[in-house]
C-alpha cells in the first residue's frame, strides 16, 4: 500500500459525458502527478500539481482539468468524453515539487470505460 | 528531448535462470534514470533510481540495473528469476536539472516466469 488513494476505482460512462477522479496523496506530500496509462499510448504525464498550484504540464488535453485543493487532494476532470479517452488513470505524490529528484508513490489507479 | 526505449515488449524466462531487460534513453543533460514495477491490477512501484552516485544501483526484490553512459543503457537484471517477478516492468527518465521535472516512462516490458 502505498498512501496514495483514489477513487472511484471503476467508472463506466458514456462519450460526451464528464467525469470526476479522486486522488488523495501520502501523508505529508505536496506535490500530485496525474498519468493516463492505455493500450495504444502507453503511460503518461498528464499533468502536475505542488502545494496547490499547476507545476508541470504533459500530454494533457484540453478536455481535461485538474486542480489541487487547500487540503491537498486532487481531482482530474474529464469533459467531452470520447470512446480514446478509456484507460487506467493513475494518480501519483510525492514530497518535493520535481518529479524526478523526489520518489513518486503512485495509487491503485481509476479505470475508465467509456461506452 | 528525453525518451526512453525498452526492448522487447515482452520477455519470458524461466524460473531460477536470469532475468535481463533492456531500456536506452535519450537526455541531452545527465538524467535520473528509474525502473518501476507493475503488478496486475496495481499501480507502480519504484525498483530502483540512478541519481549518479553509482553506477550500478541495486534495488528491491533483488534487483539492480547499471547506468552506462557510452551505451545509454540503464538494463535491469536479476540473477534468478522467481515467480512472484512476473510483472510489467517501465523504464522511465527525468531531467536533474528541471525542479518541476516530469518522469518518462517507456513502453514497458512483460516479464513472464516459466515454471
Known amino acids: 500500500d502505498s498512501g496514495v488513494t483514489q477513487t472511484p476505482k471503476h467508472l463506466i460512462t458514456a462519450t460526451g459525458q464528464r467525469v470526476t477522479l479522486r486522488c488523495s496523496p501520502r501523508s505529508g506530500d505536496l506535490s500530485v502527478y496525474w498519468y493516463q496509462q492505455s493500450l495504444d499510448q502507453g503511460l503518461q504525464f498528464l499533468i502536475q500539481?505542488?502545494?496547490?498550484?499547476?507545476?508541470a504540464k504533459g500530454n494533457i488535453l484540453e478536455r481535461f482539468s485538474a486542480q489541487q485543493f487547500p487540503d491537498l487532494h486532487s481531482e482530474l476532470n474529464l469533459s467531452s468524453l470520447e470512446l480514446g479517452d478509456s484507460a487506467l488513470y493513475f494518480c501519483?505524490?510525492?514530497?518535493?515539487?520535481?518529479?524526478?529528484?523526489?520518489?513518486?508513490?503512485f495509487g491503485p489507479g481509476t479505470r475508465l470505460t467509456v461506452l | 528531448a528525453q525518451s526512453v526505449t525498452q526492448l522487447g515488449s515482452h520477455v519470458s524466462v524461466s524460473e531460477g535462470a536470469l532475468v535481463l531487460l533492456r531500456c536506452n534513453y535519450s537526455s541531452s543533460v545527465p538524467p535520473y534514470l528509474f525502473w518501476y514495477v507493475q503488478y496486475p491490477n496495481q499501480g507502480l512501484q519504484l525498483l530502483l533510481k540512478?541519481?549518479?552516485?553509482?553506477?550500478l544501483v541495486k534495488g528491491i526484490n533483488g534487483f539492480e540495473a547499471e547506468f552506462k553512459k557510452s551505451e545509454t543503457s540503464f538494463h535491469l537484471t536479476k540473477p534468478s528469476a522467481h515467480m512472484s517477478d512476473a510483472a510489467e516492468y517501465f523504464c522511465?527518465?527525468?531531467?536533474?536539472?528541471?525542479?518541476?521535472?516530469?518522469?518518462?516512462f517507456g513502453s514497458g516490458t512483460r516479464l513472464s516466469i516459466r515454471p
Open positions: 501519483a505524490s510525492s514530497v518535493g515539487p520535481a518529479g524526478g529528484r523526489d520518489e513518486q508513490f
Open positions: 540512478y541519481t549518479s552516485a553509482a553506477t
Open positions: 500539481y505542488y502545494n496547490g498550484e499547476e507545476r
Open positions: 522511465a527518465v527525468s531531467d536533474r536539472y528541471s525542479s518541476a521535472s516530469k518522469i518518462i
